[in-house]
């Protein structure tokens, strides 16, 4: 993942909006600024997601790690996240798990890490 390096996300991030789309499509910076070393076919074909989320095994995983997450009743998560939703989500044909339910799992998982990593002081009502 080339594009990953953080001085180069760090510059992308700061530039513009309109730099980042200024010919009306998205990455046209990063576009731009491989037009010479690609072909064209590359350079303009449509964004795709990464990791390839179309892959069950990819929701598989998601729910795996899910289930993990549930075995462990005290995590400090479900202060933030409802743990009969976690617990549906895990359920699913992996199939069958659609974009938003593989986006829930994503963002309560980064939210689990996180709070592993941080460890804040919870202040919740």
Do not use: I
Not at 41 to 47: G, N
Not at 48 to 54: A, E, H, R, V
């Amino acid at each position: 993942m080339p594009y990953c390096d953080h001085r180069l996300v760090e510059y992308v991030y700061n530039a513009p909006w309109s730099m980042k789309t200024r010919d009306g499509r998205e990455k046209s910076l990063l576009r731009g600024a491989t037009r010479q070393l690609l072909p064209d076919s590359v350079a303009w074909r449509p964004k795709s997601p990464y990791p390839s989320t179309q892959d069950p095994y990819y929701s598989q995983e998601l729910q795996n790690q899910g289930k993990d997450l549930l075995a462990d009743r005290d995590h400090d998560v479900f202060a933030l996240v409802d743990r009969d939703w976690l617990e549906g989500a895990t359920k699913r044909d992996p199939a069958a798990v659609d974009r938003l339910t593989r986006l829930g799992l994503e963002r309560v998982l980064d939210l689990a890490a996180w709070l592993d990593v941080y460890r804040p002081e919870l202040k919740l009502p």
